[in-house]
């Protein structure tokens, strides 16, 4: 397949940025590292606004910046990748099986699982620490209270709707699946409104912030980092939503519902974790 005939159809839909290199690998795209550079534009967003809290070299506006350049890089790379790896094949009526998107996938959540794992390896060592028994004087009352147990809920739901809604496209259901899919949407937008609540409590009412010490950085961070993952899970599950109000999926062709129900479910259990490790095990340690 030539790149003038992989980039252009009868619909008039043209892939951005899709190129043939290097010569003789097949198909190549630029959109995952235009992704991957928006990503890492979060992290260093995040070290310059910590930096900014305290050194001279960096202004207190850099960090924020970055942050929100790189949420527009982040979103351009990930709207070329979606519609390179997904919308394309619905136009050009390519069902395949979907094998390679779901080891992608499955890869990429071994990417995250690392990255989860150094954050919860740092608040480990927190725990471990001498300095616990002063960090943990800063977990606010009510740490693990209702606010938190009713997030809980509400994403440990929004797996379930997400599940038996792909049960329905595969059953040829397509009004449940809509529905069931229009509810996940609905309660990740709840949860991630939920978590901005919270940081508003503890920030405004608490007094925590992110430079406050170990375990300030260990809760803002981990709780910051699984936000902001499921941000990214509400906006691909918009774009499954929007989709599926145009009909491009059916009981054979679902591949992007697939691969975006592994993300989500892994953000629900990582959540999960979160709340047995971080907010229980403060409040047992407290």
């Known amino acids: 397949m030539t790149v003038t005939d992989d980039s252009t159809d009868d619909h008039g839909h043209h892939l951005p940025a899709v190129e043939d290199w290097p010569k003789g690998f097949g198909e190549a795209s630029w959109w995952p590292f235009i992704t991957a550079l928006g990503a890492a534009g979060f992290y260093v967003g995040a070290a310059l606004y910590v930096l900014g809290q305290s050194e001279t070299l960096v202004g207190p506006t850099a960090g924020p910046a970055v942050f929100v350049g790189s949420t527009f890089v982040f979103l351009v790379g990930l709207y070329g990748w979606v519609y390179h790896a997904f919308v394309k094949h ?40 001498a300095q616990w028994s002063e960090a943990v004087q800063h977990v606010p009352e009510g740490f693990l209270g209702a606010l938190v147990l009713a997030n809980t809920a509400i994403l440990v739901v929004s797996s379930f709707t997400l599940h ?99 993300y989500w479910h892994f953000v629900d259990a990582v959540w999960i974790l979160l709340v047995v490790v971080l907010y229980a095990g403060a409040v047992v340690g407290a």
């Open 90 to 129: 619905f136009w050009s009526r390519d069902t395949g099986d979907g094998t390679a998107l779901r080891w992608g996938m499955i890869l990429f959540l071994g990417s995250e699982i690392a990255t989860f794992g150094a954050g919860f390896t740092y608040y480990f060592f927190i725990r471990a620490g």
């Open 164 to 262: 038996f809604a792909h049960v329905a496209l595969r059953k040829g259901n397509r009004s449940r699946f809509v529905g069931l899919l229009a509810a996940t949407l609905l309660l990740g937008v709840v949860f991630i409104g939920g978590q901005i609540y919270e940081y508003y409590e503890f920030v405004v009412h608490e007094g925590l912030t992110l430079s406050g010490g170990v375990f300030e950085s260990a809760f803002f961070g981990l709780t910051g980092l699984h936000g902001l993952h499921v941000s990214l899970g509400a906006v691909l599950i918009g774009i499954v939503f929007v989709r599926a109000l145009k009909g491009q999926y059916d009981a054979e062709r679902h591949t992007s519902v697939t691969t975006v129900s592994m």
